[in-house]
């Protein structure tokens, strides 16, 4: 496993800075999420599954515009409240779209997601945003950043599956990162 730099080079440490929720490996690392806030500055990111909002807390003080798709309600909620409150100490504002990914017209320069099935599963959101592109309702330059768990076999099956699709698009891959 690859060790990963916490502070980036915008000094973004989310590990430091965003108290989060849930707890990791329920949740992606922060310092992934600091890793990717980095590289996500001053993009328009569309999170799908946003869980309780640790990513998207981190995303959004980089980004140009942040979306947090969000199936579950309960969630939704939770990330109302989290939203308003980045949005009060100006550390960040994102949307929140409370609605099956799948249900709504979404565009953006990233779209990324962690996947849970039965309802998020990498192959069916890749499919979904490629119709879309090709459907013109999102921007022909998205990119998909998908994350993967390598110590939970559906991912490391589901990231075999897209390198053997790799020679038909681009596939770019980051730092397995584990929370310090
Ligand atoms: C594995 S969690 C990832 C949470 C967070 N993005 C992370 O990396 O820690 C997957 C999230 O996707 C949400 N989800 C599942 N299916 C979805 C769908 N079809 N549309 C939107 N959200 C969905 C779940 O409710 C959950 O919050």
Not at 99 to 109: H, I, N, Q
Request: aromatic share 6%; glycine share 4%; hydrophobic share 40%.
């Amino acid at each position: 496993m690859l060790a990963a730099l916490a502070v980036t080079a915008l000094g973004i440490n989310c590990t430091a800075n965003i108290r989060p929720r849930d707890a990791s490996p329920i949740r992606s690392p922060q310092n992934i999420h600091s890793w990717l806030s980095e590289r996500f500055a001053g993009l328009d990111i569309v999170e799908i599954g946003t869980r309780n909002g640790d990513g998207m807390a981190c995303f959004a003080q980089t980004a140009r515009a942040s979306i947090a798709v969000e199936i579950d309600r309960p969630y939704c909620e939770i990330l109302r409240k989290r939203a308003a409150r980045l949005a009060r100490k100006g550390t960040g504002n994102f949307t929140v779209v409370c609605e099956d990914y799948r249900k709504v017209r979404l565009d953006g320069d990233i779209f990324t997601w962690w996947e849970q099935a039965p309802f998020l599963t990498n192959q069916a959101a890749i499919q979904h945003l490629r119709r879309e592109v090709h459907a013109g309702r999102v921007r022909p330059s998205a990119q998909a950043v998908v994350l993967f768990d390598m110590s939970w076999q559906d991912d490391v099956d589901s990231l075999k599956q897209l390198i053997s699709q790799a020679s038909r698009s681009r596939l770019t891959l980051a730092l397995p990162l584990t929370d310090p």
